[in-house]
């Protein structure tokens, strides 16, 4: 796809209040009823921000910090901050005031944007006095925002990563990387007025960002924010207002799937299931045809009968879980990418969901693999990566080279062109021997042990014995609640007895605590490390 005929967020915000005027762009439910946004109202409003902003001396280039729980203002304020040629700089709602305080300093925000929640975020720092609540934007008075020159070319966000590697730092986007991704994306999956979103990750990460919010806002969909995330009200959200399609995480899905057969379990349904499941499976596989949605009619009505397909990014999920859901008729598409990308690299899609792989690139980004071997570092290229981090040209330097961005990821790609992940590159384990092995591939296969809740694999230098000095497996499992520890190491010794030697597991860390986790339930390794003296 050419950048040309791609938008600006200023352009966007015109063109798309003018294209869906009265159709639905945002809705919430508070106080047991929806509030909902049109276009036109998401337009008007974002123009009387722009107003304020300006008043108080915010113009091209300059930076608005931006924080609050998920909610409909929060987009309309980063349409307002881009339209206006200013950069925005979405924040994590889950940081504590003194976590956000170093970024605060770090982009020299001459604004903050945030809900009333926030409010002592913004004391003792240098943007004190220069707060916007979003409980004020209705009264905010209406004017004409200035006409800012905003091209392609400006940037339009700067997002704080830190994930699993500690420091965080901040990942400069253009209004090219990140709008040209979007559109790519919901080219995908032939978005319109008709979809309905229902959002559930945090706005501040850019899967979200651009997947949940911005291709929704490019092709005129409506986004509804989910009250909570327990799953009660998820599917409350989804019968209410016929949610067509969701972005979450592994570990959700795992939990929604989980339910589903909890439930099914407690009806004694058990064997209809297994037996619905083999002819689902039958056909799928035997004809060709997937009869899941007719199957599985009475789980496609309790998820409020519209849905289109799911999609899954910011970790690897287990192949089984995405059959499962394929063969109850429910699509689940994989993507790949990193917040550098814009997020996304490639993508699966309805017509083309190869299970185990992150699909094929979007259009206009190109994949390759590092070396000459079959595995090894992914890289990528096209409009959608950054244009650097943010006062970090050392750091910048050492992930783009030569146009391309080194992902720190390792993967193949077949002889169709799917990309599939193996890891990343700090994360593989190489044994004695000479063999690579993959955390996320035990991780899979140990997630599957009942008395497991929760699996992370390390590498560690063994300190003993004939591995002395090489790195072994090291497995750190919380156990499900009722499980000791004697019941985890005899599983461990099961699971040691059914692998190839080079994959078992030499050490076993057993903790009542879960895991630590980002904002997308990614377990923290590197802060995993760091506890544990790894």
Not at 301 to 327: E, M, N, T, Y
Request: net charge neutral.
């Amino acid at each position: 796809m050419s950048s040309v005929g791609i938008p600006t967020f200023k352009q966007l915000l015109a063109q798309n209040a003018a294209k869906y005027a009265d159709k639905l762009a945002y809705q919430i439910k508070r106080d047991g009823r929806y509030r909902q946004y049109t276009y036109s109202e998401v337009a008007d409003l974002a123009k009387r921000l722009q107003v304020k902003l300006a008043f108080m001396g915010v113009t091209v280039g300059d930076r608005v910090a931006l924080l609050s729980e998920n909610r409909p203002e929060w987009p309309i304020a980063y349409l307002a901050i881009t339209g206006l040629g200013a950069v925005v700089v979405p924040l994590d709602a889950m940081l504590k005031k003194e976590e956000i305080a170093p970024l605060l300093a770090d982009s020299e925000p001459k604004a903050f944007i945030l809900s009333e929640k926030f409010l002592e975020y913004g004391r003792g720092t240098k943007v004190e006095g220069r707060e916007v609540l979003m409980e004020e934007f209705d009264r905010l008075p209406a004017g004409t925002p200035p006409d800012n020159l905003v091209t392609l070319a400006h940037l339009a966000a700067i997002v704080y990563t830190s994930g699993t590697t500690g420091t965080p730092k901040g990942v400069m986007l253009t209004h090219r990387n990140l709008i040209s991704n979007a559109t790519a994306g919901a080219s995908c999956f032939a978005l319109g007025p008709g979809d309905n979103f229902l959002s559930v990750l945090p706005l501040h990460h850019t899967f979200e960002t651009t997947g949940g919010f911005l291709a929704p806002f490019i092709t005129g969909c409506r986004v509804t924010y989910a009250e909570s995330l327990k799953s009660y009200n998820l599917i409350q959200n989804m019968q209410e207002t016929g949610v067509t399609l969701m972005l979450g995480v592994p570990l959700l899905y795992q939990l929604l799937f989980d339910g589903i057969m909890r439930n099914v379990e407690e009806q004694g349904k058990t064997k209809l299931f297994s037996a619905l499941f083999a002819v689902s499976r039958f056909c799928r596989n035997i004809i060709g045809f997937n009869p899941g949605r007719q199957l599985f009619g009475v789980i496609h009505q309790k998820f409020g009968g519209k849905i289109r397909f799911f999609v899954s990014g910011g970790a690897a999920i287990d192949p089984d879980l995405v059959r499962s859901f394929d063969l109850m008729g429910f699509p689940l598409l994989q993507g790949y990418g990193l917040t550098e990308s814009s997020p996304c690299l490639t993508l699966c899609t309805p017509q083309d969901n190869v299970i185990g792989s992150v699909g094929k690139p979007l259009a206009d980004v190109s994949i390759k693999i590092a070396g000459d071997d079959a595995v090894g570092e992914i890289l990528g290229t096209g409009p959608n990566i950054m244009k650097g981090y943010y006062k970090r040209q050392d750091l910048t330097d050492k992930v783009i080279i030569g146009g391309w961005l080194y992902t720190g990821d390792l993967g193949y790609l077949d002889e169709s062109g799917h990309l599939f992940i193996t890891g990343r590159s700090k994360d593989v384990i190489v044994t004695g021997s000479g063999v690579n092995v993959y955390p996320e591939e035990l991780e899979f296969a140990l997630k599957k042990i009942p008395a497991l809740k929760e699996v992370c694999i390390l590498g560690e230098k063994a300190k003993e014995g004939v591995r002395r000095g090489t790195e072994q497996v090291v497995a750190v499992i919380v156990p499900n609640d009722g499980i000791d520890e004697a019941r985890v190491r005899a599983e461990i010794a099961r699971f040691n007895e059914s692998v190839a030697e080079f994959k078992r597991v030499a050490r076993v860390i057993v903790r009542a605590e879960e895991l630590p986790k980002t904002r997308l339930l990614k377990t923290k390794r590197f802060e995993l490390r760091k506890e544990l003296g790894l």
